[in-house]
C-alpha cells in the first residue's frame, strides 16, 4: 500500500447507499475504520450460478425500513472522512487477531502512510517463533530520505492503540514482487534489529561473560539477532509471554532469580547483569509494578491473577 492510494474514493451515486460497518453491523462514525456495505435499486441480485458465494455476500439490510432490501459486503476496509466521502485503507481480510485484539492490518498502514517520508508500506503479522505472533512493518522510503524508527514508532503512537504499535521495522529497498507485479509477502526478509540515530540505541556487544549468556538467552528467546547489551526487550518485541520464558531461561542458566517486578526498570541486558552480578540476589519485596510513578492524577491499580508476581502481566 503506498501513500498515493490513500485518497477518498468518492461519495454514493444516486439511488445507491454506502455504509461502512463493525462485525455487527452497526454503524461507524466519522473516521472509524470497517467494512465498506452497499446497497441501493443499482445492486446487483447476486453471483450467477454461485447461491453460496450469494448468500455470504448479499445479506438482508439490517437497518428498518428496509424490509426486503439488501446490503452487499465488499471485503474491503474504509471510513468516512468528515466531507462525507469514503477513504479505502484496504481489504478486510488482512484482519489479524494477536494477544486477544483484532486488528486492521490495513489501518496501520494507512496511518504509517501518512508519514510524509514513507513512500510504500505493507503490515504482516510474523510467526517466526512458534506461538509468537507480532507485527512487521516493511517500509520503502522516499529518495534521499532516512527517516527513524524511532519516528515512525512515536508517530503510530500517537495516533493508534499501543497493540496496534508493530514491534519491528524493515527498511527496504523496494517491495519483492511477483510476476505479475503483487507483494511476494514469501520474500519478505525476517525482521532484525533496526536501530535510531539515538547514540544511547546504538549497538554495544557483551563485554563479559555474564553479558554474554545473557545475549545468548535473549537472542533465543526473541529470535533477534544481534542483540546488544543496552537493547531494551519491549522495543525488540518482548511482552509478557516471552518475559516469563526469558526470566525462567535466565534462571536455569545462572541458578539466579531475578523478579519479573524489575523487568521495566532493568529491560536491557547490561541492567540485568547487574543485578544478577551483585553477591544477593534481588529480593521479592512486593509484586507491585510502578509502570507510572509519577503524575498528579488518581492512583490506577491492576491487580495480577491469583498465583505470585511469576505470572502477572507486565
Given at each position: 500500500?503506498?501513500?498515493r492510494t490513500l485518497v477518498p474514493i468518492g461519495r454514493a451515486i444516486a439511488?445507491?447507499?454506502v455504509s461502512v460497518l463493525d462485525p455487527s453491523l452497526n454503524p461507524l462514525p466519522v473516521g472509524v475504520a470497517g467494512e465498506i456495505y452497499i446497497g441501493?435499486?443499482?445492486?446487483a441480485r447476486g453471483y450467477l450460478g454461485r447461491a453460496e458465494l450469494t448468500a455470504e455476500r448479499f445479506i438482508p439490510h439490517p437497518f428498518p425500513p428496509s424490509a426486503g432490501a439488501r446490503l452487499y459486503r465488499t471485503g474491503d476496509l474504509g471510513r468516512r472522512l468528515a466531507g462525507g466521502e469514503?477513504?479505502?485503507?484496504?481489504?478486510i481480510d488482512q484482519q489479524v487477531k494477536l494477544r486477544g485484539f483484532r486488528i486492521e492490518l490495513g489501518e496501520i498502514e494507512a496511518v504509517l502512510s501518512q508519514q510524509t517520508d514513507v513512500?510504500?508500506?505493507l503490515v504482516v503479522a510474523r510467526e517466526d517463533v512458534p506461538g509468537d505472533k507480532r507485527l512487521v512493518a516493511y517500509l520503502v522510503t522516499k529518495k534521499d530520505t532516512d527517516v527513524g524508527i524511532e519516528v515512525l514508532r512515536e508517530f503510530l503512537k500517537s495516533k493508534l492503540p499501543d497493540y496496534m504499535i508493530p514491534s519491528a521495522y524493515v527498511k527496504l529497498d523496494e517491495m519483492p514482487l511477483t510476476p505479475n507485479g503483487k507483494v511476494d509477502r514469501q520474500a519478505l526478509p525476517a525482521p532484525g534489529v533496526v536501530r535510531s540515530e539515538d547514540s544511547s540505541s546504538s549497538f554495544i556487544a557483551p563485554r563479559?561473560?555474564?553479558?554474554?549468556q545473557l545475549v545468548q538467552i535473549w537472542e533465543e528467546v526473541l529470535n533477534v539477532r544481534p542483540v546488544g547489551v543496552r537493547d531494551n526487550f519491549f522495543e525488540l518485541g518482548g511482552h509478557s509471554l516471552l518475559a516469563v520464558k526469558l526470566f525462567s531461561r535466565i534462571e536455569q542458566?545462572?541458578?539466579s532469580t531475578l523478579s519479573m517486578t524489575t523487568l521495566f526498570d532493568n529491560a536491557t541486558v547490561e541492567q540485568q547483569a547487574g543485578l544478577l552480578s551483585v553477591s544477593r540476589p534481588v529480593p521479592r519485596v512486593s509484586s507491585l509494578v510502578p509502570i507510572q510513578p509519577q503524575g498528579d492524577r488518581p492512583p490506577l491499580f491492576c491487580v495480577h491473577p491469583w498465583g505470585g508476581d511469576r505470572k502477572s502481566v507486565v
Open positions: 500500500l503506498s501513500a439511488n445507491t447507499e441501493g435499486v443499482a445492486l469514503m477513504e479505502f485503507l484496504g481489504r513512500e510504500e508500506v563479559g561473560e555474564l553479558e554474554s542458566a545462572t541458578g
